[in-house]
């Protein structure tokens, strides 16, 4: 796979995205990806080692990653993530019990139950990586029409 450098994506990128925005099902039908494969693959390397990590050393962040992969535990019997449990941990797991008796009904294997983690994960940094983008170029927009609101923000920068 060729890379563009730069951020500026190549005429084919733009045209996949283009049709999976107008028309996902037909995007789906073509089988078209609206992540470059090499930064999803690249993405969940990352995660399987955080979580092979975690494993090993039995840290709890509690973070996200930490309650997904302890609704995967519990749905799948199988400890992906190891880890002492303390008194008070995350209101002790209360709001999870409920949704994870759910999910236990699928039996899920030990592998399936990393996928699950890994492929929330993924879903969650590249879906916050656009939304997050699309709310400073907004932000910035109505900034920009409104003088008022810049000298405030000036000021407010300045001190």
């Given at each position: 796979?060729?890379?563009?450098?730069?951020?500026?994506?190549?005429?084919?990128?733009?045209?996949?995205?283009?049709?999976?925005?107008?028309?996902?099902?037909?995007?789906?039908?073509?089988?078209?990806n609206?992540?470059?494969?090499?930064?999803k693959?690249?993405?969940?390397?990352?995660?399987?080692?955080?979580?092979?990590?975690?494993?090993?050393?039995?840290?709890?962040?509690?973070?996200?990653?930490?309650?997904?992969?302890?609704?995967?535990?519990?749905?799948?019997?199988?400890?992906l993530?190891?880890?002492?449990?303390?008194?008070?941990?995350?209101?002790?797991?209360?709001?999870?019990?409920?949704?994870?008796?759910?999910?236990?009904?699928?039996?899920?294997?030990?592998d399936?139950?990393?996928?699950?983690?890994?492929?929330?994960?993924?879903?969650?940094?590249?879906?916050?990586?656009?939304?997050?983008?699309?709310?400073?170029?907004?932000?910035?927009?109505?900034?920009?029409?409104?003088?008022?609101?810049?000298?405030?923000?000036?000021?407010?920068?300045?001190?």
């Amino acid at each position: 796979m060729r890379m563009t450098g730069g951020g500026k994506p190549s005429l084919i990128q733009m045209a996949k995205g283009i049709v999976l925005m107008l028309s996902p099902k037909f995007g789906y039908a073509l089988r078209l990806n609206a992540t470059d494969e090499q930064a999803k693959d690249f993405v969940a390397d990352v995660i399987h080692r955080e979580l092979k990590e975690r494993k090993a050393s039995k840290a709890k962040k509690n973070d996200f990653l930490d309650i997904l992969a302890s609704v995967a535990t519990e749905a799948s019997g199988n400890a992906l993530h190891d880890v002492v449990k303390d008194e008070e941990e995350f209101d002790k797991d209360s709001e999870l019990k409920g949704h994870v008796d759910k999910l236990s009904s699928y039996n899920w294997s030990p592998d399936e139950a990393e996928l699950f983690v890994v492929s929330q994960a993924i879903s969650l940094f590249f879906a916050a990586v656009d939304t997050t983008s699309t709310a400073l170029s907004l932000v910035m927009h109505f900034i920009s029409l409104d003088q008022d609101v810049q000298d405030k923000l000036f000021a407010e920068v300045q001190v």
